[in-house]
């Protein structure tokens, strides 16, 4: 039905209301619909300027033509070019618009250089009414007039879109008119100046009035396609709320389901999958299919319709009968659609609680288990509640706190009051703590309340204990204490064997490739160098099958501590296996180091060796490699001296020999080469 006149009056005064409130505060971002508006309006203005500087280029050759002889020629000359060279840059400015992106926060900055350009035109077209205007040829001068008038009124219908440039061009030229008349000093010019400057109000409102009509239209145009854009949006996100809910109640872990009228409406798959019916199955279908019996579920309908009509809702946790008669414990909720009011229906939410049911029942039989079982644990076990207060613990947590109480008075007392207990009963403070109580109980405090925390404390009496904290789902927390003083003894002697040899606790191969690498790479940072020296017994098969391993073994505990008593503290002396030792010297300056500690080794494996009773003297063969005659790793350097020592054995035993062609071994006064 078409509105009626009176109303399209009222919606486009509203319209014009709204768009001239468009402008924003100063500092504010504007309306998206505000720069839609200006943005259009600036595609109208650019629209129509190639006609207009087509106009401007006729007319001002039309003039330039016309009073050609009336006015100073190269003045004429001049100006006309210049009207050119401005059309031309209009030209360039209107290229420069349609070949760059139409981004609606630029159109207030192009609408400004359209206003610019538009005032240099009426300037160029002032300086024809001021400067060359034909003082005798009164037919030129009106012609000029005639010339000037059409194109100030004319580009008022062109630039309506653009009250900014509307002022730059019309109201310039036609104040410039209006000067060149009344300086004329002719009655009629002067007339026609006032009748000029009268008629410009009326110009003015009709241009505003078609400014004003552009922005309404505009307005109402934009309002129309937000609304619908919006309309569309609305529409898609209604249908993907309707989309994503459909999901959710499908994969939901509870079931859904919606009941009126003592009848199952709709549901999703969980709620089926609870009860055993397949998808579809319980749409429609009587709410007794969920219980036993009919006592039963009549007697819970008086339950909930009572909640429903008092308070809109529902709450508890009841047995349920699935399809094939198993027994399913369900926390059911509900809530009516409108309070007081049966008929809406309501929405109600299942939850499968049959393990936890289980599991409460079972409790009371596993708590008199729970207490034997405190007991029956090696380590010292605690339970304290929120509050962070005893709730149980066996009896060997108490003797490790020292409270010298029984359990029943140690139950209440907070954490911090036990471990004060404790430290007043002889329970040494860490050394770093340096005797400060508070800030030892502080940490003990921390570490206990930390969940999830473990930590290791090494007592000064040497024992060490291994506490373990968990947050209990209640909030409490459950401690554990373990002794693992004979665990860390452990540890660390099976720490030392991996790198030690077990008889003579000397260094092992591990170790000795270990420390040999590192002192390769410290040699040659230093510039300095490294010998590995290969000891081998002599004859020591010999020693094991005369006198038995029992005395073999104390010879190689005698020959280790003489090779410790010969070298520096820098040096390693390991045991490679068997009676075989190699001797690590490192930062040494000169080979002629390492035949002095081989020397030395051979004068102290040469006294007289006591052991199990009887006396007897052993000698060694040693092969010496140094570091940069036999190569600069550790396999190589062990290689070489393997080598050296076996040519030590075969050159007569109790001697030393270099790894090297120009090294010597000395034995006994004699010195070889090899």
């Known amino acids: 039905m078409p509105n009626s006149p009176v109303t399209d009056s009222q919606q486009q005064a509203s319209a014009l209301k709204r768009s ?23 595609r109208i203005l650019y629209s129509v300027a190639p006609f207009n500087i087509l106009i401007h280029v006729l007319a001002s050759s039309v003039l330039a033509y016309a009073i050609s002889g009336t006015v100073d020629g190269s003045l004429l000359a001049g100006w006309y070019a210049v009207m050119l060279l401005v059309c031309a840059c209009c030209w360039a400015l209107q290229h420069g618009y349609h070949d760059t992106d139409k981004l609606a926060d630029q159109a207030r900055v192009w609408e400004l250089r359209f206003a610019a350009a538009a005032f240099v035109t009426a300037l160029v077209w002032s300086a024809l009414l001021l400067f060359l205007f034909p003082a005798h040829s009164v037919p030129h001068q009106i012609l ?25 061009f019309v109201a310039t030229t036609l104040l410039a008119l209006f000067l060149r008349l009344m300086l004329n000093g002719q009655q009629l010019d002067m007339y026609a100046g006032l009748l000029l400057a009268a008629s410009f109000p009326v110009w003015a409102g ?147 609680v049959t393990k936890r049911r289980q599991a409460e029942q079972g ?71 340096g005797g400060n109580v508070e800030a030892w109980v502080v940490e003990r405090v921390r570490r206990h309340r930390q969940p999830d925390g473990d930590f290791v404390q090494e007592f000064v009496d040497g024992r060490w204990i291994h506490a373990r904290d968990r947050r209990t789902a209640e909030g409490g927390i459950v401690s554990v204490r373990t002794d693992i003083t004979e665990l860390r003894r452990n540890q660390a002697r099976a720490e030392f064997l991996a790198n030690h040899d077990p ?11 270990d420390r040999l690498r590192q002192a390769l790479i410290q040699a040659r940072r230093n510039q300095n160098m490294v010998a590995l020296m290969m000891v081998d017994l002599d004859r020591f098969k010999t020693i094991n099958d005369r006198f038995g391993h029992r005395f073999g073994d104390a010879v190689l505990l005698e020959a280790a501590r003489r090779l410790c008593a010969c070298v520096r503290e820098v040096d390693t002396v390991s045991r490679m296996g068997g009676d075989e030792f190699v001797i690590l010297l490192s930062e040494l300056r000169q080979a002629q180091d390492a035949a002095l500690v081989a020397q030395k080794i051979l004068d102290a494996m040469s006294r007289p060796v006591e052991a199990e009773g009887e006396v007897l003297r052993i000698t060694c063969s040693i092969g010496i490699a140094e570091q940069h005659a036999n190569g600069d790793d ?18 007569g035993r109790n001697a030393y020999k270099f790894a090297a062609a120009t090294a010597a071994v000395v034995s006994g006064g004699r010195v070889d080469r090899h």
């Open 20 to 42: 001239e409130d468009l402008p924003t505060p100063s500092g504010a971002a504007p309306s998206p619909i505000a720069e839609r508006i200006d943005a259009e309006r600036v």
């Open 634 to 651: 550790a396999q190589a350097l062990l290689k070489a001296a393997d080598i050296a020592m076996y040519a030590a054995k075969e050159s």
């Open 503 to 513: 008889l003579t606790e000397l260094p092992n191969r591990r170790l000795l490739e």
């Open 206 to 352: 009709i241009f505003f009035r078609l400014h004003k009509t552009i922005r309404q239209s505009l307005l109402v145009r934009f309002e129309k396609e937000s609304l619908v854009e919006e309309l569309q949006r609305v529409e898609s996100q209604m249908k993907q709320a309707l989309s994503e809910e459909a999901v959710i109640l499908d994969t939901a872990l509870v079931g859904i389901v919606f009941i009126q009228e003592r009848r199952i409406l709709r549901c999703n798959r969980r709620m089926e999958e609870l009860f055993g019916f397949g998808p579809g199955e319980l749409a429609a279908c009587s709410t007794r299919v969920l219980y036993g019996s009919d006592q039963i579920w009549h007697e819970a309908l008086r339950r909930i319709e009572a909640n429903l009509l008092r308070d809109g809702l529902h709450d508890e946790e009841m047995e349920f009968s699935r399809r094939d008669g198993a027994s399913i414990w369900c926390r059911y909720a509900g809530r009516a659609l409108e309070q007081g009011d049966m008929s809406r229906g309501a929405v109600w939410i299942f939850s499968d």
């Open 144 to 168: 000029i007039i005639l010339v000037i008038c059409s194109l100030a009124f004319g580009s008022a219908g062109a630039v309506q879109a653009s009250m900014i440039s509307f002022v730059a």
């Open 363 to 433: 409790l009371s039989r596993a708590n008199a288990i729970l207490i034997d079982a405190i007991e029956g644990i090696p380590d010292a076990f605690a339970i304290f509640d929120r509050e962070d207060r005893l709730v149980q613990c066996n009896l060997r947590y108490l003797e490790g706190v020292g409270l010298g109480v029984s359990r029943g008075e140690a139950k209440g007392m907070s954490f911090e009051q036990l471990v004060r207990n404790a430290i007043s009963r002889g329970e040494p403070i860490p050394p770093e703590y």
